[in-house]
Structure formats: structure tokens, C-alpha cells
């Protein structure tokens, strides 16, 4: 089966711009989430989606931030305006539901620079 | 709230064994999961443990003690692919139960 894409890989903005990160679950994951490490610190909790609804998004920094995922199948996060703390890699991980502690499947990021 | 510890960095020889301990505080622990991450590349999962004792894939072990709110990842026989981070993240369910990381372990294995 197909993993946990994410796109971009790289993206490199100026403050005050705004940036849309995507990820596609795994096919049949209902449950979807958004993690982020910023440099030096550990990866930290954003956001969790079952299918189009948020479960959790205790984790988002701010209002600038947004997540999306509409039709409950690839999620964005938008960044709008960027703030030079937001700089780091955003992790996307998906895993199926009614699995119990199933692990999550994470993608390989979107390391957003923000300059 | 979630408090996970484990050591920054660790050396080991190739062929040897080496273990990577991770403390954790947590209110609700609903399991702990250890992940294995090449330098820009995703996590990929390595085991989990929710009861006590050890769990055996492989070259890999890891072990949970709940009561002491500790586990350690145990890696025998060890190749030069091993060198990579090792996460170890914490399932509370009073965190809705999230998975919540420590910083990781950078391990590398020298000749």
C-alpha cells in the first residue's frame, strides 16, 4: 500500500506570506494528524481529524494556523501570515480506526523555512 | 500533562548492543511506542508496549516498566543502518490519547 505523502518536501517563504501544506493518508485511514518539530525540540502534537471532523486541536499554535479536510480523505495546514518561529518540519501520520493503539504511519514532513 | 525523557545522543560499535532509556510522567499512559527516524525521512515504528515486560521483533526488544514509568530500547547485533534517531512517544489518554514524543535519541554506530 501507498504511505503518508506529504507535499511539499521543502518550502522556504518570507514572514508574512502564507503556505499550504498537504498530506494524503494512507487509503481507508480515518484517522489523521498533524504533528511539527521545531529545531533542537521534540516532535509536538497539532491537530487530529476522524474523517472530516477535528477530534483534538488543542496542539495548534495560533489562529494563524488552519487545517482542513474536506471529504475526510487529504488534509491541509495553512500557514497565513508565517511567522519566523513557525520555521520546522510538519509531520502528517495517519492510522486506521477501530485498531485500538494501532501506530501511526507518518510521512516523510514538509520542512517549512520561513525567512 | 506529558513529561518524556531520553538521552540526546549515544555512540555504540558496530556489532555490539547497545540500550536507548526513556522516562516518562504522563496522568493517563495508554501505551509507549518506540520510533526509529533516518535523518529526513518520516518515523517508522519499531514496537509498542502497554503491559509490562519485554517485547522481541527481531534484533529489537524494548521493555516497560509501568510502575517505574520507564522503558528502555534494546538493539543487539548492531549494523551501521542502525544509525538513525530513536523516539520514544507516549500514548494519555487524558491527552485524548495522543502520542506524545521526547526529543529522541541520536544514535550512531561507528566501525
Known amino acids: 500500500e501507498a504511505g503518508v505523502t506529504q507535499f511539499p518536501s521543502h518550502s522556504v517563504i518570507e514572514k508574512g506570506q502564507t503556505v499550504t501544506l498537504r498530506c494524503d493518508p494512507i487509503?481507508?485511514?480515518?484517522?489523521l494528524y498533524w504533528y511539527r518539530r521545531v529545531m533542537g525540540k521534540e516532535i509536538k502534537f497539532l491537530l487530529h481529524?476522524?474523517?472530516?471532523?477535528?477530534?483534538?486541536e488543542s496542539g495548534m499554535p495560533n489562529n494563524r494556523f488552519l487545517a482542513e479536510r474536506t471529504g475526510g480523505t487529504y488534509s491541509t495546514l495553512k500557514v497565513q501570515p508565517a511567522e519566523l518561529e513557525d520555521s520546522g518540519v510538519y509531520f502528517c501520520?495517519?492510522?486506521?480506526?477501530?485498531?485500538?493503539?494501532?501506530?501511526?504511519?507518518f510521512g516523510n514532513g514538509t520542512r517549512l523555512t520561513v525567512t | 500533562g506529558q513529561n518524556i525523557d531520553q538521552p540526546t545522543e549515544m555512540t555504540a560499535t558496530e556489532g555490539a548492543i547497545v540500550q536507548i532509556n526513556c522516562t516518562y510522567q504522563t496522568s493517563g499512559f495508554n501505551g509507549l511506542f518506540w520510533y526509529q527516524q533516518h535523518a529526513g525521512e518520516a518515523p517508522t515504528f519499531l514496537s509498542y508496549?502497554?503491559?509490562?515486560g519485554l517485547e522481541e521483533k527481531g534484533r529489537f526488544s524494548s521493555f516497560l516498566s509501568r510502575s517505574k514509568g520507564y522503558s528502555y530500547l534494546l538493539l543487539k547485533e548492531l549494523q551501521m543502518k542502525d544509525s538513525a534517531s530513536y523516539l520514544c512517544?507516549?500514548?494519555?489518554?487524558?491527552?485524548?490519547?495522543?502520542?506524545?514524543f521526547g526529543t529522541g535519541t541520536r544514535l550512531t554506530v561507528i566501525p
Open positions: 512517544a507516549v500514548r494519555d489518554r487524558t491527552g485524548a490519547n495522543n502520542l506524545f
Open positions: 508496549n502497554v503491559l509490562d
Open positions: 487509503s481507508g485511514h480515518d484517522n
Open positions: 481529524f476522524v474523517k472530516e471532523s477535528k477530534q483534538d
Open positions: 501520520a495517519s492510522r486506521p480506526s477501530g485498531t485500538g493503539n494501532s501506530p501511526l504511519h
